[in-house]
């Protein structure tokens, strides 16, 4: 049965009541890391991909206040190599047939039936995302995303000043929106789904970490249909350099395994439950010191609790 959020959580604010349009806020973020990203491309002396715009509440930026600091002090230095790990070898036997029982978890998950446009994927969530005061504290994360991408939606977010913010649709939609209806337009054939994914991916890692990087972004804050999502994890195992963590354990103390790959000094690792094979949550482990961070320190952790959809934007499954 479902419930009205609380009565002061639907309480829109009102775009005078704020010094920036709401959400603003995080699309600084995004273009301070991307900022960043050009800067380490102009170093590097190589020529970077248009960059792509992403939606900046899907992907919150990763240290970006200890990294802004690192380029303003000089001491970020690109790799010559693209960031990447020089010929990664390809996904190991145990890897693979891992990621394949995930997908055939995903493709017998049951699809939600009936969805209409002006609904709201809801997902609530545990979340730690470091910044240049380190790791911030757990602490709760609700957002509620329209079905089509075209309605307004909300996130609350109050640790991070975002409580009770509307999310308005940026338009034109692009290829990397996570909208359900979008989602669904998306490749059933992993080959083709790889393809989709090397070329719609951009930043400053290499191309399989980029392609690594999307899969993630897809799995973190979307409803994904069952045939597509079955495609993204086979994707995913024929990205050279990506392994099978035995024991991973997400935000909420959950212990799963993990699917992850790493890249100039960061781990990136998708969890999901060793039974169901259900995505549970990620985590990000520097794997070297960095200006930013020491070694073992973690950048982002994070466990999904609930994934439904609603039929307004506040309202709780």
Same mark, same amino acid.
């Given at each position: ?5 609380e ?17 603003r806020h995080?699309?600084?973020?995004e273009?301070?890391?991307?900022e ?28 970006? +206040?200890?990294?802004? @600091?690192?380029?303003? #002090?000089?001491? %970020? /230095?690109?790799s ?6 020089a ?10 047939k891992?990621l ?20 709201f ?6 979340v730690a ?73 951009? +930043?400053?890692?290499? @191309?399989?970490?980029? #392609?690594?990087? %999307? /899969?993630?972004?897809l799995s973190r ?10 495609a ?31 890249d ?54």
């Amino acid at each position: 049965m479902k419930s009205e959020a609380e009565p002061d959580f639907p309480t829109f604010p009102s775009p005078s009541e704020r010094d920036l349009p709401p959400g603003r806020h995080l699309l600084l973020k995004e273009h301070l890391m991307t900022e960043i990203r050009q800067t380490e491309t102009e170093t590097s002396g190589a020529p970077g991909p248009a960059p792509r715009r992403r939606r900046p509440w899907l992907r919150p930026a990763l240290v970006a +206040g200890a990294v802004a @600091a690192a380029v303003a #002090a000089g001491v %970020l /230095v690109a790799s010559p190599f693209g960031g990447g790990p020089a010929q990664a070898g390809p996904p190991s036997k145990e890897t693979v047939k891992m990621l394949e029982d995930i997908a055939d978890a995903a493709r017998r998950s049951p699809a939600p039936k009936n969805v209409r446009d002006d609904q709201f994927v809801y997902i609530k969530s545990k979340v730690a995302f470091s910044s240049d005061e380190g790791l911030d504290p757990l602490h709760r994360r609700e957002i509620w995303m329209s079905v089509d991408g075209r309605h307004t939606g909300l996130l609350h977010e109050p640790v991070n000043d975002h409580k009770n913010m509307r999310m308005e649709p940026e338009l034109p939609l692009v290829a990397t929106d996570t909208n359900y209806r979008n989602l669904q337009k998306l490749p059933t054939d992993p080959v083709n789904m790889l393809d989709w994914l090397r070329r719609e991916s951009s +930043g400053e890692k290499s @191309a399989d970490q980029q #392609a690594f990087t %999307l /899969v993630g972004d897809l799995s973190r804050e979307s409803l994904i249909p069952p045939k597509q999502a079955a495609a993204l994890y086979l994707a995913a195992s024929k990205i050279p350099g990506v392994e099978l963590i035995e024991d991973a354990v997400d935000a909420e103390g959950r212990h799963g395994v993990a699917i992850a790959r790493e890249d100039d000094g960061v781990r990136e690792e998708l969890i999901f439950d060793e039974k169901t094979k259900q995505y549970l949550g990620e985590r990000e482990v520097l794997t070297e010191d960095k200006p930013f961070g020491k070694k073992g320190d973690l950048l982002a952790d994070t466990a999904v609790l609930e994934r439904k959809v609603v039929d307004k934007a506040g309202e709780r499954p």
